[in-house]
Antibody, heavy 121, light 108 residues
Framework: QVQLVESGGGVIQPGRSLTLSCTAS????????MHWVRQAPGKGLESVAH????????FYTNSVRGRFNISRDNDKNTLYLHMSSLRVEDTAVYYC??????????????WGQGTLVTVSS | DIQMTQSPSSLSASVGDTVTITCRAS??????LNWFQQKPGGAPNLLIY???TLQGEVPSRFIGSGSGTDFTLTINGLQPEDFATYYC??????????FGQGTKVEVK
């Protein structure tokens, strides 16, 4: 059974760094494209980052490009989001999600339950 | 960037009603349109992809249609478990893919 479990969220001061983890089970991580999507409190969904199944390409939304980095450890079957120079507006629940089919697809079909990041002084 | 505009932002309905949510893209996206359902405190759940294909065991009362720039999600015979927020998302451009702002379906 496909399962994604995010961890690493918490309260962090502006300007600091934080790394989120997404531990996958029930499938092999390096067969699937993976996503990070966030949701600010009471707001809608925002796609943040995407990595191809083979790690050959990474994509970022404009507001985080240069500050966030998506990566994966295939041996640990874990996806990461390293966030630096954090801003108050980065406060959100961060979800990781998996592509619907291996090799890449146009849908994020399986989602974790999210981890809350609060950026506040 | 491709912008996605949903309407209405919220609606009130009763069990058994038919509801329709629309989503408009700022440029043509063929049929690269996904619909998600999100319940309070929960993660989004993929309902429909490629504008009209039901994901997994999603009930057939959910119907997606459209192509190009205009899309609709119709729920026939609204059930108690369908009260939630619905988001459209385009996956035509390079990722990350943009979402609409959401439509909250509330109990009348």
């Amino acid at each position: 059974q496909v399962q994604l479990v995010e961890s690493g969220g918490g309260v962090i001061q502006p300007g600091r760094s934080l790394t989120l983890s997404c531990t996958a089970s029930g499938f092999t991580l390096n067969h699937y494209g993976m996503h990070w999507v966030r949701q600010a409190p009471g707001k809608g969904l925002e796609s943040v980052a995407h990595i191809y199944y083979d790690g050959s390409n990474e994509f970022y939304t404009n507001s985080v490009r240069g500050r966030f980095n998506i990566s994966r450890d295939n041996d640990k079957n874990t996806l990461y989001l390293h966030m630096s120079s954090l801003r108050v507006e980065d406060t959100a629940v961060y979800y990781c999600a998996r592509d619907r089919i291996p090799g890449g697809s146009y849908q994020a079909a399986f989602w974790g339950q999210g981890t809350l990041v609060t950026v506040s002084s | 960037d491709i912008q996605m505009t949903q309407s209405p932002s919220s609606l009130s309905a009763s069990v058994g009603d038919t509801v329709t949510i629309t989503c408009r893209a700022s440029q043509r996206i063929r049929n690269y349109l996904n619909w998600f359902q999100q319940k309070p405190g929960g993660a989004p759940n993929l309902l429909i992809y490629f504008a009209s294909t039901l994901q997994g065991e999603v009930p057939s009362r959910f119907i997606g249609s459209g192509s190009g720039t205009d899309f609709t999600l119709t729920i026939n015979g609204l059930q108690p478990e369908d009260f939630a927020t619905y988001y459209c998302q385009q996956s035509y451009s390079s990722p990350p893919w943009t979402f609409g702002q959401g439509t909250k379906v509330e109990v009348k």
